[in-house]
């Protein structure tokens, strides 16, 4: 009886050290105020302002060819990011004892666009997803995998033309409601103009029809980059 008894107490020990690992740092897990490395924040960005889609996942980086879309009507952040105009921006590589495949995602891309006075101004979407660390102890399992929305962030940009670097010219960040126990945000934007476009409105909605983001801005004295 002594070797079942030792084999079972081992077997206790184990889930006890695995359950120990799944909730290991669940408060820095349940932090808000955690944020992306600078370096993905900032090959973002600049891909943005230069106006190029953008792939990076764990080191590997393909760029595009300068997108010179003209959307219209509602856009969806997560629909441009999974197309080919699409930013993203990933790193999976985070590792926490036992646990692995955590990291940061990046994504959104082109919203709207409208042409004025031969130049563009354009609205791009971003929304930063947290992955946390999680064991894979075989092939199919995964234990503690856990995502959560951060934040949504939009962008007004003034570029001369199509390829051309661009000025931004306002941005809005937007916690997500994930954090606080409620819904994704699920947001989609467009540009629309106002009085022969010398004004334009940012008009940002969730899934839900409620506005996020609803604001106009005087755009007749646009920098130029």
Excluded at 204 to 225: F, I, L, N, Q, T
Aim: include cysteine; proline fraction near 6%; glycine fraction near 10%.
């Amino acid at each position: 009886m002594k070797r079942p008894c030792r084999i079972i107490r081992r077997g206790i020990a184990l889930a006890v050290v695995a359950v120990a690992l799944l909730y290991a740092d669940a408060g820095a897990e349940a932090d808000g105020a955690a944020r992306p490395p600078e370096a993905l924040q900032t090959m973002w960005n600049e891909s943005m302002l230069g106006g190029r889609p953008l792939r990076f996942y764990n080191g590997e980086t393909t760029f595009g060819s300068a997108s010179c879309q003209q959307p219209s009507g509602w856009t969806w952040v997560d629909d441009v990011a999974s197309s080919p105009s699409g930013l993203v921006v990933a790193d999976l590589r985070e590792r926490r004892w036992l646990k692995s495949h955590g990291g940061w995602v990046i994504e959104g891309g082109l919203l709207g666009a409208l042409e004025v006075d031969g130049h563009r101004l354009e609205l791009y979407g971003k929304r930063v997803v947290r992955h946390e660390p999680y064991l894979q102890p075989w092939p199919h399992v995964w234990l503690g995998d856990y995502s959560r929305n951060l934040s949504h962030e939009f962008f007004l940009l003034h570029r001369n033309k199509c390829g051309e670097r661009a000025v931004a010219l306002r941005s809005w960040t937007v916690p997500d409601p994930t954090l606080s126990g409620g819904y994704a945000i699920g947001a989609r934007g467009r540009l629309e103009c106002q009085e022969s476009c010398r004004t334009v409105r940012v008009h940002v909605m969730d899934g839900y029809e409620r506005d996020v983001v609803s604001e106009s801005v005087h755009v007749s004295a646009s920098p130029k980059p």
